[in-house]
């Protein structure tokens, strides 16, 4: 709820002069303030008969901005179930990366977030593509202030700047309430930054390894006198080279949202968002990681397979409109439409094969011309309120999710495809820029998602609270891809089961039930799309909750089981083809968020998890069994001024099949920062990553893969006012 939206709940004109402040003061506390303000007013008005009668219903509280805090942790969330409800109050893991936490560890790419989050693999495939995975499989689920729809591609174009968003929330585990399908890994929500009835501004500057210069500007304030309307601008620039041979990434960004109150009930919201990332000397597939002997290879860290006139170039746009009517008895509806277009514009070398110790060969080229752009369009319309029953107030939401995302998109191959490579011809991007006609082919579909959700959660008792809630959908898609049908009919009901029992003021056990139904847009061998991966999955935890919602706790135990869940089997020349495959997926997670101390920040989790397939055997080997993440901050007493901090990243070892044909032992990163404030709006803080120097590989998710950055640093001067 905005500010400026409480603040036109009375109306300035006839206002008793000695009751306004007063009334404010009250109208930001929340439901009480509500209240009382409109007695006092109510009592004014018999007194003088000036002012007719006002009335006014109570908002469900919600979670405040993160910015401007130093918090690891919020004390509400939508995320999960789409009732406001505080983390231990939530009948599932959510996880959640905080504004400070981003502007201390300098985390300014969704890349950088997903590093330190609890539970969530990153695997960069390429430099300019990445797949995330999270209890085992791949996210595919992404929303923008809890509206979205799954992404088409099943991976990330790009890398998605951090300067316009408040927060990232992860929920993990199957989130059928909220998203079209019921993706048993995670669910990402991006909490954009909104703007505010008061003026405030900031500005950044860093400068790090590698020549990487970085701008941010963001600026928010009322736009008219009476504070009905706000507007914001968010925008961000950074360009430099890379440890990486030839890899010059650049990345812009620009947001600007505007917030109207309509009427002291009706809040619209109107942004558009645009960020363009040009990947000079990208790569494409990337390192052969085993000889003809089976002998695993070795290369320096900057070692790259581009060609020097390599280059990715991708653009997000995003368009949407919010429309919040507050109505009566504490009831509201909110609709939100949207449209997004991701464009793709590139030159690419890939290079395929094993090498061959003795002949210095054995690999090969594959140049390509490849454009396509995805445009998305949604609806997203829901009612949620208080209803009693049975003398006890509960709670309800229904809504509805219409989708629809076109993809066009067309390769066109390079002469010399298939050119043996020898010696370091696959390493020094001295390949020269062919002619590219030599073969077309492309892409033109359409997919459709159609949901229904609803679900209501009863106050069983002081203690209990019981969620039950479904989301029928229907998917479907028509067109080709390369050369195959990619259609696809399906549809299918995922009815959701959640309970929490509050244990004593601190603690709480909850428990969740959900089916699985996820529709696929990966194909196998022959071109076809995959069957729904279908399934279920069960979570039992206990959470806490301490020092006012400013710690929380969890401790949870899950299990899912999937059907047909695509997994990479190969390639055919540069096209990766899949296979469904029948997996268990069982762990134990741990995580704490918050203040420790006044001064202490931490953030942390440790997953233990096991992936099994038919028979009990190991499957998905690529996915880390162990994990441990560790973020925290310590402002130094005897100097406030200060403070420092400590990330550690842990993951045990990883393979790409049981043959270790790519295998990535287990390995820890270090980080460490340092900041002081300088004055009360200048801030200097300095970051250095993987202190240690270890080299690892980015993911053994593909056969492929290339090294991650080794130690660096970055130095930044924020401004704030």
Known sequence: MSPSLFASAVPASNSHPSLRPLCRAMLMAGMAGFTLCAQAQQAVADQSGALPEVTVSAPQVEQPPTEGSDSYTVKRSRSATKFSLSPRQTPQSVSVVTRARMEDFHLTSINDVFAT??????????TDRTYYTSRGFDITNFMFDG???????GLMYGDTDMAMFDRVEIVRGANGLTTSTGDPSATINFIRKRPTTDF???AALSYGSWNTRRLEADISGAVNEAGTVAARMVASHQEGNSYLDRYRPTRDLFYGVVEANLSSSTLLTLGYSYQKVHGKGAMWGALPLSYTDGTATHYGSNTSTSADWSRMDTEQQRVFAELNQDLSAGWQWKSTVGYNE???????FYVYGTPDKSTGGGLYAYPSLYAGVNRQAYLDSNLSGKYNLLGREHEFNLGVNLSNSRVVDVSNYGRGIGT?????????GSFALPVFDDGT????????????YGATRLNLSDRAKLMLGANYTQADASGYAYGEPHALAQSALSPYVGLTVDLDEHFSV???YTKIFNPQTRTDAAGAVLAAARGRSYELGVKGEFADGKLNTSLAVFQVDQSNVAEQAGTIGARAYYRGINARSEGIEYEVSGELTRDWQVGAGVVWQRITGDEGKQVRQYVPRRQLRLSTTYRLPQLEKAKIGASLNYQSKSSYDSSNTAYQGGYSVLNLMASYDISKNLTLSASLNNVLNKQYLTTVYWSQSYYAAPVNGTVSLRWEY
Do not use: C, H, K, W
């Open 117 to 126: 989050t609890p539970g969530v693999t990153v695997d960069r495939v390429e």
């Open 147 to 153: 509206i979205g729809i799954p992404m088409t591609y």
């Open 200 to 202: 405030q501004a900031s």
């Open 342 to 348: 991701m464009r793709t514009d590139s030159a690419l």
């Open 420 to 428: 043996e490579l020898f010696g370091q011809q696959a390493f020094d």
């Open 441 to 452: 082919d492309g892409s033109r579909y359409t997919d459709r998602r159609r949901s229904v």
């Open 510 to 512: 909850y428990g969740n």
